[in-house]
Structure formats: structure tokens, C-alpha cells
């Protein structure tokens, strides 16, 4: 042992010592994140050092490790000092925090360095706190030496956001800051086959987009049922690191520190705060609600076309046909093969006549043998290596590409360009953005990686070989900043291009974008897709909370691959999926080259008839989705969602990610085993009805309700209070949209209400322009009253069908506006009254009266 070695052990011993032994393990804050943590280093930064188990830290701060003090104040600024550097390089010893009171339970904290600027993300909120100061749903404290920051919930005095735990460190390239956590676990940071509930068990996170794609966003229920949340707003490179105290810590290595705290106090108020913050999702196209059919493999226009035949004669219902990379020319965005595919054309006017839609795709890497590239040169638009300007060169299969800054002005006139020339050759209804974090088929670029400080940074994410696996160099040279700062938003950033792109093609049409790559707020602009999974049962159960978990995160059209992507999948368990993904926000059904075809006529007579009867549920249900996603475009709302949403309060709720609702009327209880007999779901305290049948579950002896299934069953059950609409069913959803609607009423203490939003499915700004209707359902034990607002979309809308499950008492008579109506059946066993053999025009009056006794 050296002779440096023993006067930092014995001078950590001798002023820390005390602070070491009386930290509680679970309480630790890792000082030495990086791999080979050992104890003469560990010393060497003034941290702590006690041997532990694998997963926790054996070097950790102490109580008293050098921290920044509070030395002038302004109104809500503070000046922070701190009198010496610690271990990380280029410390920046001075900094600015602003605090902000966003709204009445937001707050918003910025810590900046004064003295220089650095790359922070810009957000969508535009508002402006109008609120009395004794309204506010909290209140902070600020220590001033140490410094630290405390936030209250006002109405319980509980605190929500604690950063006393652990020294705030802010490096050019390191900067961290822990706060304490409400639960043992949370939600959110997105990232693969993890459950919907986070560890909190030593566990780390890492953000740098790939394909496990994560959001800096977070969210906790308490015992209580209260809600918070939190968002860091940076862009760079993230690291999450959790221990059992519980908290989190974040590292980031670039960037500011941009952090939105909310409030809730249920965990819908915290989505919409969120969303309020980084934008509200889209209301989609309606069309895009249906069934999608996708494969990487069709290899023919021939294959294609006998796949679109083959399931329209078994009369599945199907809105939306894909093609992937197989039918372009050769793999060249903005083209098709003209050899193998070369009655595409042909096939999308196919599509076209039989009220069906076409999705093309586009990927971000563009080749040098292109008009696109040629114009690209022109307009300037592509990434530059670091201090040139040579546009940085990757591969993607097998050829060299270069690719789109996003973020360069210029390049929304381009992309847009290529987009309506492309349009006219295919008159494409939406287009898929795949790959687009962006990949790279080798490391950094065909000439590597410089040696600098973005390429090779001081400190990487556990997870992280390196930032340019896979990728293009951090280091590259973009209009808005460099790669290592916008590298995780290069999906948002091509989904915002191509979303404008397609509204420049067609002005009255909302556009429909899928991307693959996403930050927070892309939402706004795109659907999502979730990781390429694999087709077997794990994978079918992963898939409900990584849709729980964009929906969280403010991404409300989301869906999986269907029946898995890699791989062969069953006939079972694409049945299975098939029946779960009807339920999904975005249903679509994809996978790979190779494997065997998986779309509904694939399979037996038996396997068609029962996904045909999966799907049949899902158009019956559209109009209550899109009824879901407006309110979510209007105020965030999930449209799937976890059952802790809606049963905060409900402890046995807040882990469950094998059950999921439908906004706040349907629970949907799926198989996700093979060979499965029955299927156990968890009912929280409320009235249930079967969805099919109308009856009613008995929870009088447990929660937990064990189903028999068959084949052909998934369980799905309506709650009692509420009214949802639904339309007779059709083979597309051009077609269903001018059959008649119905209305299931489910009655609780006697009560019901619900809402139905419609527009024509596709034009912009239809609620302010007012071609849009808007009905408000109301019932009792002896009627249901409809009533329209103000606005009028002038379209077929007949009410012909009303079922009203949990009707105690015998019904003899049925009047319609006060006129007799003959057409009913009362089911005495299940307490079902069903009204039909009627027709109502929606639009006639301003309101419609049902009455029964």
C-alpha cells in the first residue's frame, strides 16, 4: 500500500467515518456508477466503502460530501456556489436555478450554468400560470447550505420531490441529482420486456433511443392513491438508477437540468399534466383504428395480392395493407420494385376501390444513386462529420447512406418534396418511419469514430458499450446542435418532418405517421410502435404493459406485432394475439422475412372463424376508441390504460399488468398462457358486467374471479356507470360507418353515463370547425336520455339498438319519445333489457328520451 493511498484512507477515516457507519444500506447513493468500482478509488473521491451484495453499492456519498450552498437569491432565482471541485471532470463550480410555478400543480425547476450555454429541449406549453398563490397544490423549501429541495403536496403536507438524499453534482458531461420516491416502485422510462411497475430493488435504466426506447419521465401512487410525477426534459444520454429506500437518480451526460414536477393528484391529472407540457396526442385518422396487415416477406406482387384476396373471401375484416422494405427497390427509400412488385400501383388502386387503405415506408438512411440524394446535396440537408463539411456516411444493408438532419430547416421542404413526387407514382394513405434512432449497420460511420469528447465521453451508461453502436457518431454535426444531443430525438424530429410532409400532400386530411423511434411529445405527431418481439407467450404478455407504458408517457397510439416478428408463430397463440391486439390502440399484425405467413386466412377454418369473431368485437367498439382519442387529444386521457388509473386507491391494482382497460368502461382480462383452461382476473370493488351477455359478476367472495375459456373466449367485462356507443360491425370501416350505432347501458345503483364524439373520421380541426357531434348519455332504472350538443356533422347517424344490463325489475312497457315501442326482450336471468327493431335519427332533436317500466 502506497504511501498516497494511506493518508486518503486515514483522512477519509478520520472526517467521514462517522457519516459511512450510520448510513443505512438501502439508503445508499452510488458514487462510483462505472464498472471495477474499487475501494482506493472509491477513497479517492471522499465516498464511502463497505463491502456489499452484488447488486448494491459498495462506494456511496456520505452525508456530508462537498455539495453546492445557496449564495444570493432574487424572487424564485438562486445563485448556487460550490467552494471546490469533486471528482468529475470540468465541474461547473457556479449555477443558476430558476424555479417556476408552470400551474397550479406544476412546478418547474431549471438549473443552468450562467456562464455558458448548453443544448436544453425546447417544450410545447405555452401557458401561463394565472393562478392566486394560495391555490397552488404545493409548496418547497430550499436549503441553502447544503443545497437541497424539498416539494410539498399541500394538501397532505407529504413530500414528493426530496433531493437532500444525495449531493448534486453538475459537470460539463456528468450532471446528477436523486430524489426520493413515493412507492417501492414506479412507472414509466419506457424500455423492453419490463413489467408495468418499475424496480426500485438496485435497479438501472438507460436512455440513449435504440430500441429499447425510454422517455425521461416517471410516476408514483402512494398508499393513498396520490400521484405524482416527473419529467426531465434533456435530450443527451440518461442513466436511472434506483435503490430501496426508495429513489431514483439520474444521470445525464449532457445537456440541463429541465425538470417539470406535477402535482396530480390522481394519476390521470399527472398525464394530462405531462401532456400539457410536452403536447397533447393526435386524434387519428378513423381508418387507422382497424385492422392493419403488414409483413416483411411478401417478396411479390403476386404473394401480396393472393394475401389481400385470400382474407377479403373469408370476409375479415381489414382496413390497411402494408409493405415493407421487400417491395422497394432495392431497399431505396421513395420507390417500389418495379420487377417484383411490379403491380403494386395496381394493387393500392385495388385497395382504394374496395374502401382499404395503404401504408408505405421509408427509412432514414438515403443512398447516393437517388434523386433524393441529388436534391439533398443541393438543399444541404444531410448530417455532417464533426468540423467538415463532408456528410457523415453509414451503412444500411450493405450500401452506404447518409442521412437526414431533421432539425435543418431546409429539410422540411425536401423531405416534403420527396413525399408528394412519391405520392404521385402511389397514392399512399400513411407512412411507416422505421429505423429511425437512426441505424447504422456499422459503428459510428464507414470511417469510425474521432477521438472526442461527444464520441468518447468521460462516463457512459452501464448499459452503453459505446453511444455509437449501431448509430451514427454522437459527434456529428447537426443544424440545431451536434448527434450526442439530439441523437435520442431523431425519431421525434423525422415524425414532426413527415407529419407535416403528408399535411402538405392533403390539407384536410390528418396525417398518419408510424414511427418506431420517440421522445417525449412525439405522440403529437405519430403512432408508435413497440420493439420487434418475438412470437411466443412471453412476448404476448410483455406487450400489455409496453402499450401501458407509452400511453403513460403521453403516446396513445401504440401497438406490438401481432402474433410476434421473429419467428414462426402457433395457430393457438396467434389466436390468442389476435383476440388481445383487437384491443390494442394500434392493431396491426406483422413479422419478419422467413417466417411463415401469419394473417387470419394463414390459418384453419376454426382459427379464421374466431378471429373474425376478435375482430367483428373491434369494430363493433370503434366508435367508442375514437371517442377515446379525442378526449385524449383534448386532454391526454389514455386510451389503454392500467387499472390503477382508474383505481388509484386500490392497492392490488397498482402492479396488475395482465388485466388493462379500455379507457374507463371495458376491463379486458386476456389468455396470455398456452393450453390455458381458465384465466384468473382481479375486479376491484365495483359493479361488472360480462360485455357479451350482460352479466353480472359476484365479487361477494372474492376479487379475483377465475374463468373458463375456451378457444374462441377473452374475457371482457363493461363497468357498472357508464354508457358506451358501438356500431354494427362491417368488413372495413368506411362500411361500418354507415350502419346504424347502439348504445350498452350498465347500470350502477341504478345510474349510467357516457359520452360519443364523432366527426368524419379524417379532417382537421373538426370540433372548432364545427363538423362534429357531441352526445351526452343519461340513465336510470326507468330510462335513457340522449342528448346532442350545439354542433352538427351532417351524416347518417341512426340509433337502432339499446341493451341496459343490471335492470332488477321485470320491464312491460317500452315508450320511444313518449310513443309505445313493441320491440323489446327482458332477460330475468341476467337482467339484460334490450331495445331494437327501431330507427332514431341521432340528429333529428337536441334530445332523445327512452323510457321503461
Known amino acids: 500500500m502506497n504511501i498516497n493511498y494511506i493518508l486518503i484512507f486515514l483522512s477519509f477515516r478520520i472526517f467521514n ?89 406544476t412546478l418547474r425547476l431549471e438549473i443552468t450554468d450562467p456562464k455558458n450555454e448548453r443544448y436544453r429541449v425546447k417544450n410545447m406549453n405555452k401557458k401561463k400560470n394565472n393562478y392566486p398563490l394560495n391555490d397552488y397544490e404545493y409548496y418547497f423549501y430550499v436549503n441553502e447550505d447544503p443545497f437541497y429541495i424539498k416539494i410539498f403536496r399541500a394538501s397532505t403536507g407529504k413530500i414528493i420531490f426530496d ?39 438496485w435497479t438501472r435504466y438507460s436512455s440513449w433511443n435504440r430500441q429499447n426506447i425510454t422517455h425521461p419521465f416517471y410516476m408514483t401512487v402512494d398508499q393513498d392513491g396520490n400521484s405524482m410525477g416527473l419529467y426531465l426534459q434533456n435530450s443527451n444520454a440518461i442513466e436511472v438508477l434506483s435503490n430501496p429506500m426508495p429513489s431514483l437518480t439520474f444521470i445525464t451526460i449532457g445537456g440541463i437540468l429541465d425538470i417539470f414536477v406535477y402535482l396530480g393528484p390522481y394519476p390521470s391529472d399527472v398525464i394530462f399534466q405531462h401532456t400539457q407540457v410536452v403536447g397533447t396526442p393526435q386524434i387519428p385518422q378513423y381508418f387507422t383504428l382497424g385492422f392493419h396487415l403488414s409483413r416483411w416477406g411478401y417478396n411479390s406482387s403476386a404473394n401480396l395480392e393472393n394475401v389481400i384476396n385470400r382474407n377479403r373471401e373469408i370476409g375479415i375484416p381489414y382496413d390497411v395493407q402494408w409493405t415493407y422494405i421487400d417491395a422497394l427497390e432495392n431497399k431505396l427509400d421513395w420507390t417500389f420494385d418495379t420487377i417484383n412488385f411490379d403491380s403494386l400501383p395496381a394493387i393500392v388502386k385495388d385497395l382504394h376501390d374496395n374502401d382499404q387503405y395503404y401504408i408505405h415506408v421509408v427509412q432514414p438512411g438515403i443512398r447516393n444513386i437517388t434523386v433524393s440524394f441529388d436534391q439533398g446535396i443541393q438543399q444541404n440537408v444531410f448530417i455532417k462529420y464533426l468540423n467538415s463539411s463532408e456528410n457523415l456516411i453509414g451503412i444500411l444493408w450493405s450500401d452506404t447512406v447518409v442521412y437526414p438532419d431533421f432539425t435543418n430547416p431546409n429539410s422540411s421542404k ?119 418481439n418475438s412470437a411466443n407467450w412471453e412476448d404476448l404478455y410483455f406487450s400489455i404493459p409496453e402499450i401501458l407504458s407509452f400511453s403513460i408517457l403521453g403516446i396513445t397510439q401504440v401497438g406490438a406485432d401481432i402474433c410476434g416478428f421473429n419467428g414462426d408463430t402457433s395457430e393457438e397463440l396467434c389466436i390468442r394475439w389476435m383476440q388481445l391486439g383487437a384491443f390494442y390502440p394500434l ?12 394473417d387470419p386466412a394463414a390459418f384453419s377454418p376454426q382459427a379464421q372463424e374466431i378471429m373474425k369473431k376478435a375482430l367483428m368485437t373491434r369494430y363493433t367498439l370503434l366508435p367508442y376508441f375514437y371517442t377515446l382519442f379525442y378526449a385524449s ?81 377473452i374475457p371482457v367485462h363493461i363497468k357498472g356507470g357508464r354508457i358506451i356507443p358501438f356500431q354494427q360491425p362491417d368488413i372495413n370501416t368506411k362500411r361500418a360507418r354507415k350502419n346504424s350505432f347502439g348504445l350498452i347501458v350498465a347500470l350502477k345503483n341504478n345510474r349510467a353515463v357516457g359520452y360519443f364524439y364523432w366527426d368524419d373520421g379524417e379532417s382537421f380541426d373538426s370540433k372548432e370547425k364545427k363538423i362534429a357531434n357531441y352526445f351526452l348519455f343519461f340513465a336510470d332504472n326507468q330510462g335513457l336520455e340522449v342528448q ?34 313493441e320491440n323489446f326482450t327482458y332477460d330475468e336471468i341476467n337482467k339484460v333489457l334490450e331495445i331494437f327493431s327501431f330507427k332514431i335519427d341521432m340528429l333529428a332533436d337536441r334530445s332523445i328520451e327512452f323510457s321503461w317500466i
Open 633 to 713: 387529444s383534448q386532454i391526454g386521457d389514455t386510451v389503454a390504460r392500467p387499472l390503477f388509473i382508474e383505481y388509484p386507491n386500490d392497492l392490488k391494482t397498482h402492479k396488475i399488468d395482465r388485466q388493462f382497460m379500455v379507457g374507463e368502461s371495458i376491463l379486458i382480462t386476456p389468455v396470455l398462457e398456452q393450453n390455458a383452461k381458465i384465466v384468473q382476473g382481479y375486479f376491484p370493488n365495483d359493479t361488472w358486467y360480462d360485455f357479451r351477455s350482460g352479466t353480472k359478476l359476484d365479487l361477494s367472495k372474492s376479487n379475483y374471479v377465475n374463468f373458463y375459456v375456451t378457444l374462441d373466449d
Open 587 to 598: 392493431m396491426r399484425n406483422h413479422n419478419s422475412l422467413n417466417s411463415k405467413d401469419q
Open 788 to 821: 346532442r350538443n350545439s354542433y352538427k356533422y351532417e351524416t347518417n347517424m341512426i340509433l337502432s339498438d339499446i341493451r341496459v344490463y343490471g335492470v332488477d325489475q321485470p320491464i312491460k312497457e317500452v315508450r320511444i319519445n313518449d310513443i309505445l315501442h
Open 414 to 532: 425536401w423531405w416534403s418534396d420527396q413525399a408528394s413526387t412519391f405520392y404521385k407514382i402511389i397514392p399512399y394513405d400513411g407512412l411507416w418511419i422505421n429505423m429511425n434512432e437512426p441505424l447504422n449497420f456499422v459503428d459510428g460511420s464507414i470511417k469510425g469514430c474521432s477521438v472526442n469528447k461527444y464520441d468518447y465521453p468521460p462516463y457512459l451508461p452501464e448499459m452503453e458499450h459505446n453511444l455509437f453502436s449501431k448509430t451514427i457518431c454522437p459527434s456529428a454535426e447537426q443544424y440545431l446542435s451536434n448527434h450526442f444531443n439530439l441523437h435520442s430525438m431523431y425519431g421525434h424530429f423525422e415524425s414532426i418532418a413527415t407529419n407535416n410532409a403528408l399535411r402538405l400532400i392533403n390539407d384536410r386530411r390528418r396525417p398518419f405517421v408510424l414511427t418506431r423511434s420517440s421522445f417525449a411529445g412525439t405522440g403529437h405527431y405519430a403512432a408508435q410502435l413497440t420493439r420487434e
Open 17 to 105: 467515518c462517522s457519516e459511512c457507519e450510520k448510513k443505512d444500506v438501502k439508503s445508499r447513493i452510488n458514487c462510483y456508477p462505472e464498472a471495477n468500482e474499487n475501494e482506493a478509488e472509491c477513497l479517492k473521491r471522499e465516498c464511502c466503502w463497505s463491502p456489499s451484495d452484488l447488486n448494491i453499492p459498495k462506494c456511496f456519498y456520505p452525508k456530508n460530501f462537498t455539495n453546492y450552498k445557496v449564495v444570493s437569491k432574487d424572487g424564485l432565482n438562486y445563485l448556487l456556489r460550490k467552494e471546490k471541485p469533486t471528482f468529475r471532470p470540468n465541474e461547473i463550480l457556479e449555477l443558476n436555478l430558476k424555479i417556476s410555478f408552470v400551474t397550479k400543480n
Open 163 to 201: 433531493s437532500s438524499i444525495a449531493p448534486l453534482i453538475y459537470a460539463d458531461q456528468y450532471i446528477q441529482f436523486s430524489t426520493t420516491l413515493q412507492n417501492d416502485y414506479f412507472y414509466g422510462l419506457g424500455g423492453p420486456k419490463n413489467n408495468l411497475a418499475r424496480d426500485t430493488n
